[in-house]
C-alpha cells in the first residue's frame, strides 16, 4: 500500500459523518466526565462554591459569543428578558448538581442526571403539545427504573461511603435535573425565535450575572478559606473549559447525527465514571449500580429507536428552506423541526430525546 492511497484513506475514513459522529460523541461524553471529575476533586479538597465553578463558563459564554452578537450589529430575535428566568434556572440547575456532589457519588450523579428525560417528556407534553409513541414512554419507564436502583445501591453501600450522606445527594440531582428540565424546555421555545448563538450569548451574559449575585451571598467566606494552589485552580480551569466546549459542539454533532448519537454517545460518561472511581479512587460500586446501568442503556435503546427515520423527516423539511418561494408558514414549520436542537447544560443533553418523538 502507497502513502498516498494510505492518506487519501485516512481522509474518506474521517469524512464518514458517522465515524466523526462516534468520535465526536465520545469527545462530548469525555467532556461531560471531566466536569464530574472536576467537582469530585474539589469536593474531596474540602472545596465548597457551586456556583463559582460554573461562573466561569457563564463568562466564557457571554464574551466569546457575546462578540459574535456584537459583531454582527443585529438587534436580537427574542426579548432580552425572556433569558433572564432561563439563566436562573439554568444556574440554579448547576448548583444544585455540583452541590451534590458533597453527598453522593461521582457515578451516582452522572447515571441520575438523566431524571431530565420524563420531566421533559411531562412539560413539552404540557405546554408545547409534543405528541409521544407508546416505545418513547416505555423507554423512560426502564430508564426510570434504573434511576430507582441508584438509589437503592446508594442506600445499600451507605455504611463503606466515604460521603456524608448519598440519598441527599440523590435528591439534590433529581431536583437539579428537573430544573435543567425546565430550562431545556424553554430552550425550545426561544429556539424559534432566536437563533444558537444568541441563545448561548444571553445564557452566558445572565447566568453570569446571577451567578456572581449568588457568589457574593453565599459563597464569599468558602472562596477566602480556599488555600488557592495549583491543585485547586486545576480543577476550577478544567471545569470551565469542559463546560464551554460542551455547550459549544453539542449542536455540531445533533446537526450531523442527530439526537439519538447523541443520548447513545453521552450514555458511556456513566461508564467513564465507574473506571474514573474504581482506578483513580480506588472505591467499589456496588453491584446494583451495573444492574441499573444496564436499564437505563436499554431504555435509552428503546427509546431512540427509529430516531433515524425521523431525523431524515426534519432533515428534508430544512432542505426545504432553501427553495425562496416558501411561504411565511413553511419557514414557522421549518423552525418547529429545528425545535430541540440546541441544548445549553452539560448534564441536562439527554433531555434532547424528546426532539425525535
Not at 41 to 54: D, H, I, K, M, Y
Not at 94 to 102: D, E, G, P, S, T
Not at 117 to 122: G, L
Request: hydrophobic share 50%; charged share 15%.
Amino acid at each position: 500500500m502507497t502513502m498516498e492511497s494510505a492518506v487519501s484513506g485516512l481522509k474518506k475514513f474521517f469524512k464518514n459523518r458517522m465515524v466523526v459522529g462516534i468520535l465526536l460523541g465520545q469527545f462530548l461524553s469525555l467532556m461531560i466526565t471531566s466536569t464530574g471529575f472536576s467537582s469530585s476533586e474539589l469536593t474531596r479538597r474540602g472545596v465548597n462554591a457551586p456556583t463559582s465553578q460554573s461562573f466561569a463558563n457563564y463568562v466564557l459564554l457571554a464574551l466569546v459569543y457575546g462578540s459574535v452578537v456584537l459583531y454582527r450589529r443585529k438587534p436580537l430575535k427574542a426579548k432580552w428578558y425572556y433569558y433572564i428566568p432561563l439563566g436562573l434556572v439554568d444556574v440554579e440547575g448547576n448548583y444544585l448538581v455540583v452541590k451534590a456532589y458533597q453527598y453522593t457519588s461521582l457515578t451516582s450523579v452522572t447515571l441520575l442526571d438523566c431524571w431530565s428525560i420524563p420531566c421533559v417528556i411531562i412539560l413539552t407534553w404540557l405546554f408545547l403539545k409534543t405528541k409521544y409513541k407508546f416505545k418513547k414512554f416505555a423507554g423512560v419507564v426502564l430508564c426510570v427504573a434504573g434511576l430507582v436502583m441508584v438509589v437503592f445501591s446508594d442506600v445499600h453501600a451507605n455504611v463503606r461511603t466515604a460521603r456524608s450522606n448519598p440519598v441527599k445527594g440523590d435528591l439534590l440531582v433529581i431536583a437539579g435535573s428537573t430544573l435543567y428540565a425546565f430550562s431545556n424546555v424553554s430552550e425550545e421555545f426561544l429556539v424559534k425565535s432566536a437563533d444558537p448563538v444568541e441563545l448561548m450569548a444571553m445564557l452566558g451574559l445572565f447566568g453570569a450575572i446571577i451567578s456572581a449575585c449568588q457568589i457574593s451571598i453565599l459563597e464569599r467566606g468558602e472562596l477566602r478559606s480556599i488555600e488557592w494552589n495549583v491543585g485547586a485552580v486545576l480543577p476550577f480551569v478544567g471545569f470551565a473549559v469542559a463546560m464551554f466546549l460542551f455547550y459549544s459542539l453539542v449542536p455540531v454533532l445533533l446537526k450531523m447525527n442527530g439526537a439519538a448519537m447523541l443520548n447513545l454517545s453521552l450514555l458511556t460518561s456513566d461508564m467513564w465514571t465507574v473506571f474514573i472511581r474504581i482506578f483513580a479512587y480506588h472505591q467499589r460500586v456496588d453491584w446494583l449500580y451495573f444492574v441499573a446501568f444496564g436499564s437505563v442503556a436499554i431504555g435509552l435503546f428503546i427509546y431512540s429507536w427509529g430516531q433515524k427515520e425521523e431525523d431524515k423527516i426534519y432533515n428534508a423539511v430544512a432542505n426545504e428552506s432553501t427553495d425562496p418561494s416558501k411561504n411565511g408558514d413553511e419557514e414557522a414549520n421549518i423552525g418547529d423541526s429545528e425545535q430541540g436542537a440546541v441544548s445549553i447544560s452539560p448534564q441536562k443533553e439527554t433531555a434532547l430525546l424528546n426532539k425525535g418523538s
